[in-house]
């Protein structure tokens, strides 16, 4: 069992910053993957940017410049640094964590971007 405890959402007016955490516990070993999602109303949840326990990276192409997905392995936790921040970014924000059949997720938390 994998608990993901989500941080860092919030109002930020367009163009602005904000940085999203996620702190893991309970199995927290051999390979694995974390990683940002995000689900607007009426759409579907879809990747934002995921990183191996090795350091891999990969991002949606919405987000290539302006989001940066990293993780403390000592700490278990992963981040993401968001910035330039659009209207259309606004969504909530679910951290997932896959290690080979097994996914976890965590509560999700709002980012709300102004215009």
């Known amino acids: 069992q994998v608990n993901l405890v989500e941080s860092g959402g919030g109002l930020v007016q367009a163009g602005g910053s904000l940085r999203l955490s996620c702190a893991a516990s309970?199995?927290?070993?051999?390979?694995?993957?974390m990683g940002w999602y995000r689900q607007a109303p009426g759409k579907q949840r879809e990747l934002v940017a995921d990183?191996?326990?090795?350091?891999?990276?990969n991002y949606a192409d919405s987000v290539k410049g302006r989001f940066t997905i990293s993780r403390d392995n000592a700490e278990n936790t992963v981040y993401l640094q968001m910035n330039s921040l659009k209207p259309e970014d606004t969504a909530v924000y679910y951290c997932?964590?896959?290690?080979?059949?097994?996914?976890?997720w965590g509560q999700g938390t709002q980012v709300t971007v102004s215009s």
């Open positions: 990183i191996t326990s090795g350091g891999n990276t």
């Open positions: 309970g199995s927290i070993f051999g390979i694995n993957t």
């Open positions: 997932r964590f896959q290690r080979s059949i097994y996914n976890y």
